[in-house]
């Protein structure tokens, strides 16, 4: 690196100076010395020169060796011992660094930046209590440093000393930082460790400086709560109203309180007097209409609503809102058009897509479940449910290897989502990839040991390979156990005990899933094998065409029947 001579020569007047009158080197102004000045020392103004060209340069170790020499000649220059210590903290020798630190300290004890650097370097130690002494130090220099007063907070905050955390705001608030958050922290400390009689004076401080501020009224408002006066909360929130009508959160948790008493008129009149004051604030006409929806009186919910697109009619929300009442009571024709435009209005709005999804579904829609779900995921491609929808909706459309990629995707992203697992078990198991499906169901075991699904799928996939029928067993009677009226379940553990030759047993259990799954086509194959196990012929070919008229494609069904 070549230095500018010209402009070397100018610097090197400067520091010819900085040697016999110490300078500071942050943007800090300097305190006095309480070291008395000495008179100029030429060999140490030599050897600080060289020592800043070779900081200049980069050149830590020769910086270090010619600071140090000219510390040797002066040690009244406060800028000398800094800059040694800087060169050891260059070279990563804090110790060192802190060393000639401390010797500085005790001869310049009004100088900030050796303070700085010194709480620094013990941060960097996590000696905590030493660094809090350098900033508090500081502090009694110069009480206006906001950077100490902050790194102060931050260890208090870190040894969890809320009351000082609070005082220090209180100081900062006093000093003229006219913020009313700090107040409000400070308030909030003090509730926080019960010290009711300070975090009233904050409180009424607050008001007092900033009467326009909703945050005013809310901090006496969470004082009077947490003193269990809720009169006296409710009388502040009205002040507030009254204040401005436009105070959002003033509203909402007065309307809460008067919701968590069952005092329903009072919370529509409140609200219905902000629509007054303005109307143009869509937000409290859907306050009105939940709160309907919370009196249970559905109809006039949905006047609201419908009054709400009609004023607003480009808000996803009032859409939603219908679209979720009809959702609710199961009225899906009804729900459909009013959350399809809630998607069209809102395409990022997720639970639009997931109710709109699940109204295709439960219309057999699947071919437009399917289009949703795409859809939905052009807008959240790595959200897990997405993913799974779309997988499941795939699988229920009989799109097995489709459905794969999303289900493995939805899985990557969530690996903790049952759902997803256990459809992709099933389709593994449906292809007889058994070492994957297994597997993901022993991880489906460890999340949900007792899961009842998961104990009959895997226990029934166990049972139809033929193999650890105990195991499979056991798991089945678990599921049963969860569920004695499910036919699915019955089954299974009637199956196994086929398998196990347990003829009787088996009986018992299939017959009782045929009377609760009497559309199972499956379940009336199983019973005509029992029935034939055990010598009833009759029985079993009338259960088998059970089975045959239920699922056409059992044409295997007709050489038994046939045959017997």
Not at 60 to 77: G, N, R, T
Not at 78 to 85: E, H, L, P
Request: proline share 3%; glycine share 4%.
């Amino acid at each position: 690196m070549k230095i500018n001579r010209q402009f070397l020569f100018l610097f090197v007047i400067g520091l010819l100076f900085a040697c016999a009158a110490p300078q500071r080197f942050s943007h800090k102004s300097e305190q006095p010395s309480a070291v008395k000045k000495q008179p100029f020392q030429p060999r140490a103004a030599q050897y600080f020169i060289r020592g800043t060209v070779a900081e200049m340069l980069n050149d830590s170790k020769s910086a270090l060796i010619d600071f140090s020499q000219a510390l040797l000649y002066d040690s009244s220059s406060v800028t000398i011992y800094k800059s040694v210590a800087n060169q050891y903290l260059e070279l990563k020798e804090v110790e060192s660094a802190r060393r000639v630190l401390e010797q500085a300290e005790a001869r310049f004890h009004d100088d900030i930046d050796v303070h700085y650097m010194l709480a620094s370097i013990y941060y960097s130690m996590h000696d905590l209590e030493a660094a809090k002494r350098q900033y508090e130090k500081i502090l009694e220099i110069d009480p206006t440093e906001f950077d100490a007063r902050n790194y102060l907070i931050t260890l208090f905050l870190s040894e969890k000393n809320l009351l000082q955390v609070a005082r220090q705001y209180e100081i900062l608030y006093d000093m003229g930082h006219d913020n009313p958050d700090l107040l409000i922290k400070a308030g909030d400390v003090y509730l926080a460790e019960k010290q009711f009689d300070k975090a009233k004076a904050v409180f009424e401080k607050l008001i007092q400086d900033f009467p326009d501020d909703e945050r005013a009224f809310l901090a006496q408002a969470k004082f009077a709560l947490a003193k269990k006066d809720t009169s006296a909360a409710m009388d502040w929130y009205q002040k507030g109203l009254e204040k401005d009508r436009n105070f959002e959160t003033c509203l909402e948790e007065l309307r809460d309180i008067y919701i968590s008493r069952k005092q329903w008129d009072k919370a529509i009149q409140l609200i219905k007097s902000a629509i007054v004051s303005d109307s143009t604030k869509i937000g409290n006409y859907l306050r009105l209409g939940d709160l309907y929806l919370q009196k249970q009186d559905t109809s006039q919910a949905l006047t609201i609503f419908n009054k709400t697109i009609d004023r607003f009619p480009d808000d996803f929300r009032s859409h939603f809102a219908v679209g979720r009442i009809y959702f609710q009571a199961n009225d899906w024709e009804q729900a459909k058009p009013y959350l399809k435009k809630s998607v069209e209005l809102k395409p990022d709005f997720e639970f639009g897509w997931i109710w709109l999804g699940f109204v295709h579904i439960r219309l057999h829609e699947l071919e437009d479940a399917e289009e949703n779900f795409r859809d939905a995921l052009e807008h959240f491609p790595d959200d897990a449910r997405m993913n799974y929808f779309l997988g499941s909706v795939l699988q229920q459309r009989k799109k097995s290897d489709e459905a794969i990629p999303y289900l493995e995707k939805a899985l990557k992203i969530d690996p903790q989502n049952m759902d997803a697992i256990t459809a992709l078990a099933m389709i593994y198991d449906e292809k007889k990839i058994y070492q994957k499906s297994d597997s993901l169901y022993d991880v489906a075991l460890q999340i949900k040991p007792e899961d009842p699904l998961i104990l009959n799928n895997y226990s029934y996939s166990l049972c139809v390979r033929g193999i650890r029928l105990d195991e499979a067993k056991k798991m089945s009677e678990k599921a049963v156990a969860a569920d004695s009226t499910n036919g699915a379940y019955l089954d299974t553990l009637g199956w196994i005990y086929f398998q196990l030759g347990n003829y009787q047993m088996a009986h018992k259990y299939i017959e009782r899933a045929a009377t609760l799954r009497d559309s199972s086509a499956e379940v009336w194959e199983h019973l005509g094998d029992v029935y034939e196990k055990l010598n009833d012929p009759e029985k079993a070919k009338e259960s088998w065409r059970k089975a045959l008229d239920l699922e056409e494609t059992r044409t295997y069904l007709i050489d038994k029947i046939g045959g017997k």
